[in-house]
T-cell receptor, first 112, second 113 residues
Framework: SQQGEEDPQALSIQEGENATMNCSYK?????LQWYRQNSGRGLVHLIL?????REKHSGRLRVTLDTSKKSSSLLITASRAADTASYFCATAGQGGSEKLVFGKGTKLTVNP | KAGVTQTPRYLIKTRGQQVTLSCSPISGHRSVSWYQQTPGQGLQFLFEYFSETQRNKGNFPGRFSGRQFSNSRSEMNVSTLELGDSALYLC????????????FGPGTRLLVL
């Protein structure tokens, strides 16, 4: 079963606007990761945030984590047409042999 | 470093056949995970290998199997193909087992007719 659930399923914005995607999960986590996938290709790792961290930045990306609400958000600022892709959150549990579990993704379209 | 490579990139098979997909991880990475991606089910974990041992397995039938070699290269095999096995099969490698950053290959797109 899927652990992370992204919201919204699809998002369409204009170039230059900010895009916010949310991820909710059910059980305690070791870390939460965000990935991007361009149409039909492999996933690219964007950022990893650990359970004891609240916020992380990488370039135009800002990720927050609220473990009390079991949720995370990914903010892309000043979006570009090249940001058009599907974005997935993935959670890693706290057990010794836990695997990454991916959500179904948010499809982001940035219109030029 | 070279990225994760997967071969072949595209494959067309018929029902009942079997298929073997190959994945070469990033040099030095000992963990290889396999995922199946379909429009309906999304990304589903198949299995993970670390140091030639299967460490985790997803909820897939026994027709799906894999192995890892001493050089960390991995193969997955699907026997008795079904139409529903049509999917993008993604391989990912990481330096350590399981939970850390995964580096994905471009995938193998399998079409079963």
């Amino acid at each position: 079963s899927q652990q992370g659930e992204e919201d919204p399923q699809a998002l369409s914005i204009q170039e230059g606007e900010n895009a916010t995607m949310n991820c909710s999960y059910k059980t305690s986590i070791n870390n939460l990761q965000w990935y991007r996938q361009n149409s039909g290709r492999g996933l690219v790792h964007l950022i990893l945030i650990r359970s004891n961290e609240r916020e992380k930045h990488s370039g135009r990306l800002r990720v927050t984590l609220d473990t009390s609400k079991k949720s995370s958000s990914l903010l892309i600022t000043a979006s570009r047409a090249a940001d058009t892709a599907s974005y997935f959150c993935a959670t890693a549990g706290q057990g010794g042999s836990e695997k990454l579990v991916f959500g179904k993704g948010t499809k982001l379209t940035v219109n030029p | 470093k070279a990225g994760v490579t997967q071969t072949p990139r595209y494959l067309i098979k018929t029902r009942g056949q079997q298929v073997t997909l190959s994945c070469s991880p990033i040099s030095g990475h000992r963990s290889v995970s396999w995922y199946q991606q379909t429009p309906g089910q999304g990304l589903q974990f198949l299995f993970e290998y670390f140091s030639e041992t299967q460490r985790n397995k997803g909820n897939f039938p026994g027709r799906f199997s894999g192995r890892q070699f001493s050089n960390s290269r991995s193969e997955m095999n699907v026997s008795t193909l079904e139409l529903g096995d049509s999917a993008l099969y993604l391989c990912a490698s990481s330096a350590r087992q399981g939970k850390e950053t995964q580096y994905f290959g471009p995938g193998t797109r399998l079409l079963v007719l």
